[in-house]
């Protein structure tokens, strides 16, 4: 009996160590907070402030606001990028604070020519005319009518990192980084609008043009228009914001952020391109030859650690700390197939995981599980794959191609310091 007993109790106990012991393997390599947390904390939430009053009435921000606390997650300009008017200017966002793949409306990073417009929607026209059988002047509610969608993708600048051709600017990665942002949009496939106004055969390019005073145009070869072009109305779930070109904006998955035409007034098809001053003296890509590339569209496969980063440094971390390491990566050809991570700037690689939903044309989040060791100097580098055959070029091996004269379209591999103590610093590697 006596033995008998013992025995349970043993099997029990077994039993909840061997519990333990699974679990630990579960989590090992994946999380160990648990040995740096405490059961006797005496902050633990007794009786706290907030749980001793009336809460707010539930009808005080009618439209919701974030956390009082969460006071320092913020667009962010500088003079740099404003050559002094902050209204032909770029508000970047803080992609170190991004969680998932979508980024939350007011955080979603802006870049306008000529300020922000504030469209009357009763006024809204869209004009759709040249070479299509039937011309046509649509109000907001008449295009709506058409059968939406709902996508996924990124918006990015092509200046993203344009600052970075000759050397680390910005010890911070929403400057280095922060020209885009990503969302889920609501709209209509220009091809069903097409399919309703007839496109003529002669009609081999699409000219986009804003109502802001920019009148910012742009052209676009037909078969991008006929692929995956989108006009749209609808950014995670609600109205775009008037920074996103309230109420309609061109929307070409993957290309150059320059192209979706925001305050969207008219679409002119058309035999040839017409050479807008936004494709011409600018959004060009000069190479070391003297000559520019001209009509640049798709953002090619890139990536970013998103923590660490300068912002958010491993400073506060012990020696064997299981942290996870996390990142960004995007394609605008495709859908990224895989993202590796390397400790020494570049020599050596090893694979991260991709997170969660991995979709084309859309921000991809990776991750990969690593133990700090205080006191190891890193150069943490993260290098993208995706569907259309393309890899994260080395510094080296785009400037070799483009030299260091152009602003747009750079997509080399990124590396941030990891100093001794934990803090981390924007450098580049050169072999
Ligand atoms: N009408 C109009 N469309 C525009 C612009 C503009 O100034 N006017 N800026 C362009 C540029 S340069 C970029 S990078 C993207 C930025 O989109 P976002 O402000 O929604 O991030 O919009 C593009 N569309
Ligand atoms: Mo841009």
Redesign the pocket.
Known sequence: MDNKKSNQEIDRRDFFRKTAAMSVTAIAGTSLVSSNARADDPAIMHHPSWGQKWGDPVTKNRYGVPSKYEHNVLRRNTKLLASGNFRASIAVTPIQESMGIITPNGL???????GVAHVDPNEYRLMIHGLVEKPIVLTLEQLKRYPSVTRTHF?E?PANGGQEWRGPQFNSIQFAKG?M?CAEWTGVYIKTILEDLGLKDEANWMLAE???N???GRSVPIDKILDDAMIVWGQNGEALRP???YPV?LLLPGW?????????KRLDFSAEPWYAKEETSKYTALKPTGKAIQHFYANEVNSTVTSPSPEIDWSHLKDGDVVEIEGLAWSGMGTITAVDISFDGGDNYKAAKLKGLVLPKSWTRWSYMHTYKKGDKLYLTSRAMDDAGYIQPTIDQEVSVMGVESVYHRNAVETWEVTETGEVNHVQIRS
């Open positions: 979603f990073f802006s870049r306008s020519h000529g918006i600048c020209f942002s804003g109502s802001d920019s009148e910012m920074e996103q070109g904006r150059e952020g320059n192209l979706c035409v925001k305050w969207l």
